[in-house]
């Protein structure tokens, strides 16, 4: 504040030094007064550039500041939001919110304090002005705030008309973005020209929305030389014949001048600012939404440490839904004894993926209870049963970062000999050996790009490094080669051996991995027994099998 | 240390050599030659602009001089009154100017989008193969919105600032050389500044670049991976990983900041400076008689004229280096030449015929894929193509449906060299189903008609009809105008796979090459898909490339490729009694399959 004081002190200052330098100095002919004038000026004016240096730099650190708090925040927030946020978000949306809508605040930020010292300047030079002559004064300030008034207008047009552009040049982007992933699609069939069609519609809506913004532009853009020109005017012609009467001195008038320069920018960064604020708040208004969003799913009160068991699992009249009114499980009721392997069979959307997220508490049930060796999961210390969960889902992430990162996940601190027993047992260690850099060779989004069936073995070993008491395999070896597939149910045996495993498969062979299979559809539990036992007595248990025995059973008949 | 080199290395990439550059302006010249009348206009309006904004000062100085020195009321006004013309016409012209530029520009940007792009597609597949997805797509958006940028506020700007400063230097020289040369001191300085400024703000702004990059990618990992994250009670430990890059990038900020603040500082000064100058300077001078104080006054507003235009063409600068090197990228991917071209006498295909392939070899680059392969595939045949992975099996398909010429040998249809087939004729006798149903944007019906562009919406239906599937769509909540990429009716894997079957149907053609798809489809859809390509290949030549043995069991014949020879060729029958290649194949594949 004192700072700014200071700045504004200086920089109206300056002008009267000069105004002074040339009615003493030169009109006067004092040659020793000019000069003093003019050393003051340099004086004055080095003053005022550190002072407004120190200011800027200020307000920038702060603004930065602020960014940066403000993202990992959201970040470390988002991180902890329940899976049925993360369900309904998008990807896209949120990253908005962490990207542009914090840079936004971020901007405001960094204008909002210059903005208020502008402010003070234009207050200080009406007032130095109206001193000197109100006439004058109000001459030459009539037109100006129009400026302010125009950038005004200006700014919160061209918001929309911005983002329209940007709107058509990503749909544009859109077409050239599918006509290459899809080109075979398009080479295949000929349509080229089809595409080129739809690009230049797009063209043209770029087109016509870029000229919106240019004559925006062209409306404004001249106001800011014409407003201040007339006040320059105005100055000239009244304050000439004031001096003309004798009411005034030329340098006053050159100083009049000066300050009319001084104030184009306040002023059209007053009427920026007026719509960068209303963006701003909105801005401001999706981070807060999410920030005051409540992990639904959350570490309870007085959270109990996991009882000492060999993961028994047990479900008591669970009913869920992941909209209201849609229940996805309707009373289940379930019991896997421990150290045992249960397949969950059923047709899609039978509820059996579910089942398997409602153990690490990933949603909470709608009714009944959900019991981990005898204690309801939602008592439990969430980290303690997170650890105790491993589940291993049919799409895997994997991370952009070194095989041996990705696997040693739950345990960045692993050694290199878990990290390799959790990569043999999961059939993965043939394949990470021939790789560029074997355990250090980065994979993910930006690195070596493995086939579906390496990722989903990467990201068993992960789940088998946790050593989880409970063991979930949900579709895991889908995308595993049927060839290659019978080395990593040798391997996974060894890693049920002696722990709770619930298995989620449509491939009878996986299926024989359990010692029995638990029929699920409807949201019930519709048939138990030994996978021999089910074919022998269940319809519905043949049925959904069916389907995926039919190519092998045409295939032994050539 | 080693983030700034790079970043240093990635700045001198970004900029063209004279050589290039001397190029580039060739070539936009004779690009920009239709507009050439409305770019020399809009120069004119521009130049008369600024003439109008740099007879402001001389008007004051007339006004002080022979109106208030002089006493004289009646110039006083007269020349106030010139001024607020002079003002009005600069408004105008500003306006005009404006749109001119704008017409030109955004005229010019549209033909260059539209020209790229088409260039694009009559590519081959080659091509897209080699480039990456991503850069294809940034060369028809960042490259382009480089040059975007430029039209919006460069030119102008560039054309206006190069006037008003060397206006500016005639008119104070014209006034009084003397007061100019003490002036035109502070010129050099400013110019240096402005040179380092944009120097390490260019570095500073890459680095920045850089780190918002790594930012995101960290922030789209965590939120991707959310689940994964939570899974195995992670959060603690991947918020710091974020903070890590998160706090990166806030020091990069800080850099830019400090440089900023310290141009501005040294610009503001000098500005002070400069009134000093002309002041002190102008007082003396005045004293000696050599300039007046209008003179003086006129001095001190045009110095803003000077001073403005040094600054404002160093960022612009920037602006015409991204987009010199941008225009650069962009002739570089015209002057491609399209690796599968149509002969200048193209014959027509007849409607039916055999596919002979004629000792054919071929190479993506040095090494052979494919070596001397021969076989004939009869009218209404069904062939399978079996093998390893990276075989050559899907190479063999593309070369069916001239996706690339042989280096080698032939490929005929009917009789007639595919080399000498117009590319329409071909895309209608032989057409490629993809492994995965690619959909773009747009209705059902739409993708559907991407297999005959031009097809009446009867005919999309008839197609969706004969695969049996036309219910299916319909029953959808906007039929077959549904949106396929909007939220809440992305169809399934399966689905889509239909969709694509359904483009083949339209297209109906002679031949199909299909690929098969490696992973299970939903079983919701996948008896769908088993009955509509039942439909699809009925009568029909097909080529399979075949991942599932029980596909290679069902087909008329089977071939089997390996390390790009043809090394068995026969009936399922056949091979498996031969105890060859296949059989092994086979024998194996039966093993891992399960017993019911």
């Not at chain 1, 309707?330 to 959307?349: I, K, M, N």
Request: proline letters at 3%; glycine letters at 8%.
């Amino acid at each position: 504040m004192a700072a700014a004081l200071c700045w504004t002190g200086t920089k109206v200052t300056i002008p009267l030094l000069a105004a002074a330098a040339i009615d003493q100095g030169i009109v006067d002919d004092d040659t020793q007064a000019l000069l003093l004038y003019v050393g003051l000026m340099l004086v004055v004016g080095a003053i005022q550039a550190v002072v407004s240096g120190l200011r800027r730099y200020g307000a920038f650190r702060l603004a930065f500041h602020v960014e940066t708090d403000l993202r990992l925040r959201l970040f470390a927030h988002l991180q902890r939001l329940h899976f049925a946020f993360h369900d309904q978000a998008q990807t896209g949306q949120l990253m908005a919110r962490a990207n542009t809508d914090i840079q936004m605040v971020r901007e405001w930020l960094m204008l909002a304090p210059l903005t208020a010292a502008s402010l003070m300047i234009l207050v200080s030079i009406t007032v130095v002005m109206l001193v000197q002559s109100v006439t004058l004064a109000l001459l030459a300030l009539a037109a100006l705030p129009l400026l302010s008034v125009a950038a005004t207008r200006f700014s919160r047009r061209m918001g929309p008309i911005s983002f329209q552009l940007q709107q058509e040049l990503a749909e544009l982007s859109g077409v050239v973005e599918e006509t290459v992933s899809g080109v075979r699609v398009v080479k295949g069939f000929g349509a080229e020209q089809l595409q080129v069609q739809r690009l230049r519609a797009e063209a043209d809506a770029v087109q016509d929305r870029a000229l919106a913004a240019s004559k925006l532009r062209s409306g404004f853009l001249p106001l800011v030389d014409f407003l201040p020109a007339i006040a320059l005017v105005m100055i000239l012609w009244y304050g000439g014949h004031l001096v003309i009467d004798g009411e005034m001195q030329i340098g006053q008038l050159v100083a009049f001048n000066s300050y009319i320069l001084m104030l184009i920018w306040p002023l059209r960064m007053s009427g920026m600012m007026v719509a960068m604020s209303s963006r701003m708040s909105a801005s401001a208004g999706r981070v807060h939404e999410v920030l005051v969003t409540d992990p639904i799913v959350a570490d309870p009160p007085k959270g109990r440490s996991l009882p000492e068991g060999g993961g028994e699992v047990r479900f008591e009249g669970v009913t869920f839904g992941y909209h209201d009114g849609v229940s996805v499980l309707d009373e289940l009721d379930l019991h896997v004894r421990p150290g045992e392997a249960v397949a969950l069979v059923g047709p899609t959307a039978s509820g059996k993926s579910t089942v398997a997220r409602l153990l690490p508490r990933f949603y909470d049930v709608d009714a009944g209870r959900v019991l981990i060796d005898g204690a309801d999961v939602r008592t439990l210390k969430l980290e303690e049963l997170r650890s105790a969960v491993g589940i291993v889902f049919e799409d895997t992430f994997l991370f952009s970062d070194s095989v041996r990162a990705n696997i040693a996940f739950a345990d960045p601190d692993a050694t290199m000999e878990q990290v390799r027993r959790a990569a043999r047992l999961s059939g993965a260690a043939d394949f990470i050996d021939d790789l560029p850099d074997g355990y250090e060779t980065v994979i993910g989004e930006h690195g070596f790009s493995l086939s579906g069936g390496q990722r989903q073995r990467i990201a068993i070993a992960r789940a088998v490094l946790a050593d989880p008491r409970v063991l979930i395999l949900d579709d895991a070896t889908s995308a595993v080669d049927p060839s290659k597939e019978h080395e990593i149910r040798a391997a996974l045996r060894e890693v049920m051996a002696g722990r709770t495993t619930i298995i989620i498969a449509h491939r009878p062979a996986t299926i024989a991995l359990a010692d029995r299979v638990i029929l699920v559809d409807g949201g019930k539990v519709v048939a138990e027994g030994t996978h021999d036992e089910l074919v022998a007595t269940s319809d519905r248990y043949r049925d959904v099998l069916a389907h995926s025995g039919e190519r092998a059973a045409k295939a032994r008949r050539p | 240390m080693g983030g700034r080199a790079a970043a240093v290395r990635n700045a001198t990439e970004e900029t063209l050599d004279r050589d290039q550059a001397k190029q580039v302006l060739r070539r936009l010249g004779h690009m920009l030659r239709p507009h050439r009348k409305a770019i020399a206009l809009a120069v004119m309006v521009l130049a008369v602009q600024t003439g109008c904004l740099l007879a402001g000062p001389l008007l004051v100085r007339r006004g002080i001089d022979q109106g208030i020195k002089a006493s004289d009321g009646a110039v006083l006004n007269q020349t106030a009154l010139l001024y607020v013309a002079v003002a009005l016409l600069a408004l105008v012209l500003g306006r005009v100017s404006i749109m001119m530029v704008a017409r030109v520009g955004e005229s010019f940007l549209r033909q260059l989008r539209v020209r790229v792009f088409r260039h694009l597609t009559t590519l081959g597949l080659d091509f897209f193969e080699r480039e990456k997805t991503g850069r294809l797509v940034s060369r028809m958006t960042s490259d382009v919105d480089a040059m975007q940028e430029l039209v919006q506020m460069g030119i102008t700007g560039l054309v206006q600032n190069v006037l008003l400063f060397t206006g500016a230097l005639i008119a104070i020289l014209l006034l009084s050389w003397e007061l100019a040369l003490c002036i035109l001191v502070l010129v050099p300085p400013l110019v240096l500044g402005t040179r380092w400024f944009r120097r390490r703000a260019n570095v500073a702004y890459l680095e920045v670049r850089e780190r918002i990059g790594h930012n995101l990618a960290t922030l789209q990992e965590g939120l991707a991976g959310v689940r994964v994250v939570q899974a195995y009670g992670q959060e603690a430990a991947f918020s710091d990983r974020f903070e890590e890059t998160n706090e990166a990038l806030h020091d990069a900020n800080r850099v830019t900041s400090r440089i900023t603040v310290r141009y501005f500082v040294f610009v503001e000064y000098l500005g002070v400076v400069g009134v000093a100058v002309i002041i002190g300077m102008g007082g003396w001078f005045t004293d000696q008689g050599i300039i007046t104080v209008g003179t003086v006054a006129a001095f001190v507003l045009y110095l803003n004229n000077l001073f403005e235009p040094v600054q404002q063409l160093g960022q612009l600068y920037n602006t015409v280096q991204s987009a010199g090197a941008a225009l650069g990228k962009l002739f570089g991917l015209l002057d491609t030449v399209p690796s599968i071209d149509e002969p200048a006498e193209a014959v027509a295909l007849p409607d039916q015929g055999a596919i002979r392939i004629d000792h054919v070899s071929f190479g993506y680059g040095a090494d052979l894929v494919l070596r001397d392969v021969s076989m004939e595939i009869g009218v209404g045949e069904r062939l399978a193509l079996v093998g390893p992975t990276g075989a050559g099996k899907s190479t063999l398909a593309k070369l069916v449906a001239r996706f690339y010429d042989p280096r080698e040998g032939t490929v005929s249809f009917g009789g007639i060299d595919l080399r000498d087939a117009s590319l329409d004729a071909l895309r209608r006798r032989i057409v490629v189903v993809p492994q995965e149903g690619y959909l773009f944007h747009g209705t059902i019906r739409d993708n559907v008609r991407v297999g005959r562009p031009g097809a009446s919406d009867g005919d999309v239906e008839d197609a969706l009809q004969e695969l049996g599937i036309l219910e299916r769509f319909k029953a959808l909540p906007d039929g077959l105008d549904t949106e396929v990429r909007e939220r809440g009716s992305r169809l399934s894997a399966g689905e889509r796979q239909l969709v694509s079957l359904a483009r083949a149907a339209l297209a109906d053609p002679a031949v199909l090459i299909l690929d098969e798809a490696t992973s299970n489809l939903d079983p919701g859809t996948e008896r769908a898909v088993e009955l509509a390509l039942e439909q699809l290949t009925e009568d029909r030549t097909v080529i399979v490339v075949a991942h599932r043995l029980s596909t290679a069991a069902r087909a008329d014949r089977v071939a089997v490729v390996d390390a790009g020879r043809l090394v068995e060729l026969g009936t399922h029958d056949e091979l498996v009694s031969r105890e060859g290649r296949y059989a092994k194949l086979f024998a194996s594949w039966s093993a891992s399959s399960v017993r019911l």
